[in-house]
């Protein structure tokens, strides 16, 4: 792609017209939030009915552009191809006799100026003024060139989306097969030699203690000793995010309580989405003296229940369902407690099935992990390629403000 011929200040080229309006005065028309356009890809996620909001909004047209001010979404650009509100949050642009919208778009969805606006302000979501970016130099080729940029740039885009859509679709299938894998490790059909019908069923709470974690207070910053804890945000469904851990004063007299073992589950309360409540992960004993927040419950199995077993069952769909089930309420939120968490039922088979379950569960799903971690490594590289074609497409112009 050529350099640009001419390079103009954005706020000389194009100005934010569009006024502020109520949605009730338009509500059958489509309302787009910041919510409903993805990060980096320009696309579309859905609309709500105007008459649903309450807020300010912001009216476009066809071929605008909207462009998301608020941190940290300065990654969001969206170019509608109907009528419609948005959210003030937007910047709404128009393209006019020297810039072509589409070009506009990718313009502000480039790296350089995505790396430009997010180091415009600093705090808690600041938001960015069009003042502030009208500065930047923008890359003003004639329109037909502009046009021809935009052709080459959705050519390629829309090689990647192929392949963004297989790998999805990749995903998509290994999911299916650990949901099936479990399923058949905790009914009793993974294995010819392991049968259900040697089996019991059992309460958690009377093959485990069920313990809950410490209450975060003013008073614990006048304890003299901290240990790391463990939140909520550390514990996914089997798997353990450490790179961010806090520390917590805690008494001596808590200490027997509250210290993690090796082997312990840990099962997250929750309190909201059905999706999200009842993430457990097996603790690995990769922090010394760590403890965790109140929000997790602590599970520690008996010598008769292999932790791992535990975790198959509580992951498999079986045990989602039971999970599902006792965390729901009246209210329509979905929460766990320690007792909650012991009434749960759970397939006891002889220890010897277990380990043997245990190490075929885990033979097929590694063979899924790695695919896994290939399809995600893959993704990764298809959002890197998106910017580089973008970072292609204007360079040598508009790395800067002028």
Not at 172 to 178: F, N
Not at 212 to 236: D, E, F, I, M, W
Not at 288 to 297: F, P, R
């Amino acid at each position: 792609m050529r350099e640009c011929v001419e390079v103009a200040q954005l706020g000389d080229v194009v100005r934010p017209l569009r006024p502020r309006v109520k949605p009730s005065a338009h509500p059958d028309l489509p309302f787009i939030g910041m919510e409903h356009v993805e990060s980096h890809s320009m696309k579309l996620l859905g609309t709500v009915p105007a008459r649903t909001m309450k807020s300010a909004a912001v009216r476009f047209k066809p071929g605008d552009v909207l462009y998301g001010r608020l941190r940290p979404y300065l990654n969001k650009v969206y170019r509608p191809s109907f009528e419609g509100l948005c959210s003030a949050e937007f910047i709404v642009l128009s393209e006019n006799e020297r810039v072509e919208g589409a070009y506009l778009q990718y313009f502000l969805n480039s790296p350089g100026f995505v790396r430009f606006a997010s180091h415009l302000n600093t705090g808690d979501r600041p938001r960015v003024d069009f003042d502030q970016i009208a500065p930047y130099s923008l890359p003003l080729p004639p329109k037909p060139e502009q046009r021809r940029i935009v052709a080459e740039i959705e050519k390629q885009f829309s090689r990647l989306d192929e392949a963004v859509a297989n790998l999805r679709r990749v995903a998509a299938k290994l999911k299916r097969q650990k949901a099936a894998v479990l399923k058949s490790a905790v009914d009793g059909t993974l294995l010819v030699e392991c049968g259900a019908k040697s089996w019991r069923w059992d309460k958690i709470g009377s093959v485990a203690k069920v313990i809950s974690g410490l209450t975060k207070s003013p008073k614990r910053l006048q304890l003299p000793r901290k240990l790391p804890y463990l939140r909520v945000a550390n514990v996914h469904a089997n798997e353990l995010r450490l790179d961010e851990i806090e520390e917590i004063g805690v008494a001596d007299s808590e200490l027997e309580k509250l210290l993690l073992r090796r082997g312990d589950l840990l099962v997250v309360e929750g309190n909201g989405s059905v999706d999200q409540i009842g993430r457990v992960a097996i603790w690995d004993g990769s922090i010394a003296e760590c403890v965790h927040q109140n929000h997790l419950i602590k599970v520690r199995l008996s010598d008769e229940v292999l932790p791992e077993w535990a975790l198959i069952w509580l992951l498999s769909p079986a045990g989602r369902q039971e999970i599902e089930q006792v965390s729901s309420s009246t209210s329509g939120l979905h929460t766990l407690s320690t007792g909650k968490v012991a009434r749960l039922p759970i397939p006891v088979p002889p220890r010897a099935e277990q380990h043997r379950i245990v190490a075929e569960v885990d033979r097929r799903l590694s063979i899924a992990r790695e695919v896994e971690a290939e399809v995600g490594t893959n993704l990764k590289r298809a959002q890197a390629l998106r910017q580089a074609i973008l970072s292609k497409a204007f360079a040598g112009c508009g790395e800067r403000g002028e």
